[in-house]
C-alpha cells in the first residue's frame, strides 16, 4: 500500500491535490450554539453554514478530529504521516499523537509519523 498522508481538513487542498497525493482528510467539526453541527468535508455547505452562523446570537466553535477519528484513518495503512494544524492553533496534532497511540496498540506492525505543521491552511500543505 505505501505512504499515506493523513491531514486534517484545515489543510487547504484541492480534490486535484487530494488524489494525487492519495491524501486522507480528518475532517474538523463546526459547531453552532442550537446544537448544529457540521462537518468540514467535501459535503458542507457554506452557505447553510454561513446562514446559520448569522442566524445564531452565540459564537460559533470548532472542534478537531477525535483521537479515535484519527486512529480510524491510521489503522487503515502500514504507514502514514500525520500533517495537523498548529499545535499553537488546535488540538488537531494532540489528538493525532493519542490517536497513533491508540492505531498502534492495534496494529504495532504499522508505522505511524504524526507531524505538527506549525501553519494552517494552505501552509499544512508545504
Given at each position: 500500500?505505501?505512504?499515506?498522508?493523513i491531514?486534517?481538513?484545515?489543510?487547504?487542498?484541492?480534490?486535484?491535490?487530494?488524489k494525487?497525493?492519495?491524501?486522507?482528510?480528518?475532517?474538523?467539526?463546526?459547531?453552532?450554539?442550537?446544537?448544529?453541527?457540521?462537518?468540514?468535508?467535501?459535503?458542507?455547505?457554506?452557505?447553510?453554514?454561513?446562514?446559520?452562523?448569522?442566524?445564531?446570537?452565540?459564537?460559533?466553535?470548532?472542534?478537531?478530529?477525535?483521537?479515535?477519528?484519527?486512529?480510524?484513518?491510521?489503522?487503515?495503512?502500514?504507514?502514514?504521516?500525520?500533517?495537523?494544524?498548529?499545535?499553537?492553533l488546535?488540538?488537531?496534532?494532540?489528538?493525532?499523537?493519542?490517536?497513533?497511540?491508540?492505531?498502534?496498540?492495534?496494529?504495532?506492525?504499522n508505522?505511524?509519523?504524526?507531524?505538527?505543521?506549525?501553519?494552517?491552511?494552505?501552509?499544512?500543505?508545504?
Amino acid at each position: 500500500m505505501g505512504i499515506h498522508i493523513i491531514s486534517d481538513s484545515c489543510c487547504d487542498t484541492t480534490s486535484a491535490l487530494q488524489k494525487a497525493l492519495n491524501l486522507d482528510i480528518a475532517s474538523l467539526k463546526i459547531n453552532i450554539a442550537e446544537g448544529q453541527q457540521y462537518i468540514d468535508d467535501e459535503n458542507l455547505d457554506t452557505q447553510r453554514l454561513l446562514a446559520d452562523m448569522k442566524a445564531s446570537k452565540a459564537a460559533t466553535g470548532t472542534a478537531c478530529p477525535s483521537p479515535e477519528e484519527y486512529a480510524e484513518h491510521m489503522r487503515k495503512y502500514k504507514e502514514s504521516f500525520v500533517i495537523t494544524l498548529s499545535s499553537k492553533l488546535s488540538g488537531s496534532f494532540n489528538a493525532a499523537t493519542i490517536g497513533a497511540q491508540l492505531a498502534l496498540e492495534d496494529m504495532p506492525e504499522n508505522r505511524v509519523h504524526v507531524l505538527d505543521s506549525e501553519s494552517a491552511s494552505a501552509g499544512q500543505t508545504r
